[in-house]
Nanobody, 125 residues
């Protein structure tokens, strides 16, 4: 069982930056790939970025070059550094733990078993 808590959301102007954190509890956290997803009002949840134990990563095209995912296994934390934020980045951001340990970072939300409660990111123009 993995329990996840996101933090770091808030209101920022377009072009600004925010850093999200996902702190996890559970004996196997460091082994599970962790993904960030987001959901804007009236839209489906979409993939943002994911990272695995060996720091392999993948990004959605919409955020590549602006967002950076990283993890600190000793601190049971995954980070999402978001730069050059745009209005379309406004959403609730969720972190999630892959159902399988040791895997590659995956982009489909159905592959993720454990989810945090989400943190709101609002980008004003």
């Amino acid at each position: 069982q993995v329990h996840l808590v996101e933090s770091g959301g808030g209101l920022v102007q377009a072009g600004g930056s925010l850093s999200l954190s996902c702190v996890a509890s559970g004996p196997t956290f460091s082994r599970n790939p962790i993904g960030w997803f987001r959901q804007a009002p009236g839209k489906e949840r979409e993939f943002v970025a994911a990272i695995n134990y060996w720091n392999g990563y993948t990004y959605a095209d919409a955020v590549r070059g602006r967002f950076t995912i990283s993890r600190d296994n000793a601190e049971n934390t995954v980070y999402l550094q978001m730069n050059s934020l745009k209005g379309e980045d406004t959403a609730v951001y969720y972190c999630a733990a892959d159902e399988y340990e040791w895997g590659l970072p995956r982009r489909d939300s159905f592959d993720y078993e454990f989810w945090g409660q989400g943190t709101q990111v609002t980008v004003s123009s």
